[in-house]
């Protein structure tokens, strides 16, 4: 999986911005519990500081 991550980033060159975008909703749109989410994206934003 890091290898398609680290592929994406050398083809695209996105900001810390935009692979938030995308990391928030992936938690947004996956299967999880609500309460699962908001643990994810807390935790998400809590390191993104």
């Known amino acids: ?3 398609n991550f680290t592929a ?3 083809a695209l060159k996105l900001s810390e911005e935009e692979w938030l975008t995308i990391t928030r909703n992936s ?3 996956s299967f ?3 309460e699962r989410k908001a643990e994810l994206l807390d935790w ?3 390191v993104a500081r």
């Open 8 to 10: 994406v980033q050398a």
């Open 27 to 29: 938690i947004e749109a």
């Open 44 to 46: 998400v934003e809590s």
């Open 32 to 34: 999880a519990a609500p």
């Open 1 to 3: 999986m890091l290898e």
